[in-house]
T-cell receptor
């Protein structure tokens, strides 16, 4: 079952602009993770944010977590063509399961 | 249609022994991915295989780890001479030929090295 739901489902922006993707979930979590997937390839782990953290940065990525709203956002600043991919959030409730959302398909236009 | 199956679900090995983890993809799926998850960390990609072919092994440690996906039978992730640092959950996912963007995950194998 899919707990995380990303929105939008698809996003097209111009190169250089910022891209924001959101993820909502239903149950309590230990941490939330964001992954990138290039077409036909394995998932690449981007960033993990724990339930007691509100914001985390990694390079051009910024992730926020609002546990009261059960939502997270992934911001990619100064987008590049190589950022074109699908982005997934996944929640870990500490019960040996990781539950993925359906993903946001990001397309960076030249 | 059964989902992705992994066995064993839990595996305990002593240092120096070999660990074999099996993954049976969903029926009709010809692509298999292996991931490792250390406690409190995200999934780390290890290897991507099609039947009888390794497509991408960029995440595999250079030594002691190997993976195969034979024409018949499950995909096997093999860890030789295990060390304590190999203790982790190992997840397998499969996808069909015509939709490689969608991966279906198995329940994982939790490896504990004593």
């Amino acid at each position: 079952s899919q707990q995380g739901e990303e929105d939008p489902q698809a996003l097209s922006i111009q190169e250089g602009e910022n891209a924001t993707m959101n993820c909502s979930y239903k149950t309590s979590i230990n941490n939330l993770q964001w992954y990138r997937q290039n077409s036909g390839r394995g998932l690449v782990h981007l960033i993990l944010i724990r339930s007691n953290e509100r914001e985390k940065h990694s390079g051009r990525l910024r992730v926020t977590l609002d546990t009261s709203k059960k939502s997270s956002s992934l911001l990619i600043t100064a987008s590049r063509a190589a950022d074109t991919a699908s982005y997934f959030c996944a929640t870990d409730a500490g019960d040996d399961k990781i539950i993925f959302g359906k993903g946001t398909r990001l397309h960076i236009l030249p | 249609n059964a989902g992705v199956m992994q066995n064993p679900r839990h595996l305990v090995r002593r240092r120096g022994q070999e660990a074999r983890l099996r993954c049976s993809p969903m029926k009709g799926h010809s692509h298999v991915y292996w991931y490792r998850q250390l406690p409190e960390e995200g999934l780390k990609f290890m290897v991507y295989l099609q039947k009888e072919n390794i497509i991408d092994e960029s995440g595999m440690p250079k030594e002691r780890f190997s993976a195969e996906f034979p024409k018949e039978g499950p995909s096997i992730l093999r860890i030789q001479q295990v060390v304590r640092g190999d203790s982790a959950a190992y997840f397998c996912a499969s996808s069909p030929l015509d939709s490689t963007d969608t991966q279906y995950f198995g329940p994982g194998t939790r490896l504990t090295v004593l």
